[in-house]
């Protein structure tokens, strides 16, 4: 049986693939570009493991790719778990036309939740079915900036939390992850307010949690109660202290 990654030519996408395919797990990768997807598949296969299959795609076009998807894990016995790390993100989305920010919208709630329902089925029938899924600190209050993307990633977590009770009703863990900012290619030129939080440790604690059932965890941990404290602000200080800054 194969893991699914959507988003598995991202930095995240790639740490989990090397992950799971160190723990011997066999992988379907989908992602945007082929260049980079290939990519992906031929680092997993220059450490030494088995060559995954590859599905490019564009989510945005729909969820036709999912029955390519559906034919790579066929040929490896079925689908054992699905991780969903797709995303994207324009820092001042605010100034983005509106099929730009329905892109965003697209990619980041509406692709998962395809997925998902495409996939379900499949996932049922796996001995233990795993859903995973990956939001943001973005989503913990709206702010000057990232709306739609922000948006997207509030509206993932609440589906996340019903599926996780769809997932108890039909043996499917769901778990979803709050991620902080983390070190990764597309935030290396970005400033962050606080520190970015290692990739790999982060892959090997999503892979290790694989058999923990259905679970909400934010990483690092410590963003939970900071994200409880944000919420805690009045909303007219918080409306100046969250407001873009020119520059
Ligand atoms: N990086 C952070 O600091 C951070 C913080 C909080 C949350 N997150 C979330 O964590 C997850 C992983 O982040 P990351 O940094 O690894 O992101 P990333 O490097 O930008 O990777 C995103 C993945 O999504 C794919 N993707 C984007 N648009 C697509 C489209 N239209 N069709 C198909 N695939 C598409 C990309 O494919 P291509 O490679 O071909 O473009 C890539 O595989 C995302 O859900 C992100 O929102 C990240």
Redesign the pocket.
């Known amino acids: 049986m194969a893991y699914v990654i959507?988003?598995?030519?991202?930095?995240?996408?790639?740490?989990l693939a090397a992950e799971l395919a160190a723990a011997g797990h066999r992988l379907v990768l989908?992602?945007?570009?082929?260049a980079?997807?290939d990519e992906?598949a031929d680092a997993l296969e220059q450490a030494g493991h088995p060559r995954p299959s590859t599905v490019?795609?564009?989510?945005?076009?729909g969820p036709g790719y999912l029955e390519d998807v559906r034919a790579a894990a066929r040929r490896q016995g079925g689908i054992e778990g699905l991780l969903?790390?797709?995303?994207?993100?324009i820092r001042d989305d605010l100034a983005t036309p509106a099929e730009e920010a329905a892109?965003l919208i697209?990619?980041?709630l509406r692709?998962p939740m395809e997925a998902v329902d495409g996939l379900w089925k499949d996932l049922k029938s796996a001995p233990r079915p795993v859903i995973v899924?990956?939001?943001?600190?973005?989503a913990i209050r709206g702010r000057g900036r990232n709306l739609a993307?922000g948006a997207a990633?509030r509206g993932l977590h609440s589906y996340f939390e019903s599926l996780r009770v769809l997932g108890a009703i039909d043996g499917i863990a769901c778990q979803f992850y709050?991620?902080?900012?983390?070190?990764?290619?597309?935030?290396a030129d970005q400033r962050?307010p606080l520190p970015?939080?290692d990739?790999d440790a982060l892959a090997r604690r999503v892979v290790a949690g694989l058999d923990k059932g259905a679970v909400l965890r934010w990483y690092p941990w410590w963003w939970r109660p900071l994200a409880w404290a944000i919420r805690l602000v009045p909303g007219g200080l918080y409306a100046r202290l969250a407001a873009p800054r020119s520059g």
């Open positions: 959507i988003g598995a030519s991202g930095d995240l996408g790639r740490a989908v992602g945007h570009g082929k980079r997807l992906a490019a795609a564009d989510v945005t076009e969903l790390p797709i995303g994207r993100s892109k697209a990619i980041n692709a899924g990956f939001g943001s600190i973005t993307y990633k709050v991620l902080g900012f983390l070190d990764t290619a597309r935030m962050t970015k939080a990739l």
